[in-house]
């Protein structure tokens, strides 16, 4: 604990009182404009990524960054929970998919086996249908076909594809890479992702 609350006292001393206004302001209510759906891993920060101020964007953060499937029977339905608020409630503009290089739960997916971790095996099933579309076993190409699976069950949401149909609402799918922080992003007309530029 000693270095998370050194890191505190650091936004308590740096950060804080340039930005108090700001807060006092995010206390009144939220008004993201993106919900980013991104993979729980620690090395992937959306918010470091798209260098964005507390506000901005509404996180799902999830093994593997995976939609899972609509669904109305019983249950907990947290990920689809989640992103209802942030579609219905906050309005957000836009939906990011964001899947990164080296993905553990994508890399236990390939695996297919039996994992120790309660939970995992069941979880990272829901990406069986973009390992059987990448019959060459690339984990890259894996974690890219993971990244338009999420986006296509996304539209299974009668909510959302109402939104994106009237053009209200936007689907992105995004990639980051770990090793050389660069990211891509998939192109909707040619469905290949394709690297961002470093500068504007």
């Known amino acids: ?81 989640a992103i209802a608020f942030a579609v219905i409630n906050l ?20 695996a297919r086996t039996e994992s120790p971790t309660p939970f995992l095996s069941q979880w990272v099933s829901l990406l069986e249908p973009a390992i059987h579309t990448c019959s060459g076993g690339d984990p890259l190409a894996v974690e890219c076909e993971s990244i338009r699976l999420s986006l296509g069950r996304l539209m299974t949401f009668p909510f959302i594809a109402e939104r994106v149909e009237n053009g209200t609402l936007q689907l992105i799918g995004a990639h980051f890479k770990i090793s050389d922080g660069t990211l891509s992003m998939l192109d909707p007309a040619d469905q290949v992702f394709k690297r961002v530029g470093d500068t504007a």
């Open 91 to 110: 309005e957000v503009e836009r939906i990011v998919v964001l899947g990164h290089e080296h993905c553990g739960g994508v890399a236990a997916a390939m």
């Open 1 to 81: 604990m000693k270095t998370l609350i050194a890191g505190y006292q650091k936004f308590r001393r740096e950060v804080w009182p340039h930005d108090k206004d700001h807060f006092e302001a995010l206390a009144k209510g939220q008004k993201p404009h993106t919900l980013v759906i991104s993979c729980s891993d620690s090395r992937v920060d959306p918010a470091a990524i798209f260098s964005v101020r507390a506000g901005e964007l509404f996180v799902i953060r999830n093994v593997a960054s995976v939609v899972p499937p609509y669904e109305t029977y019983g249950g907990y339905h947290g990920v689809s929970a």
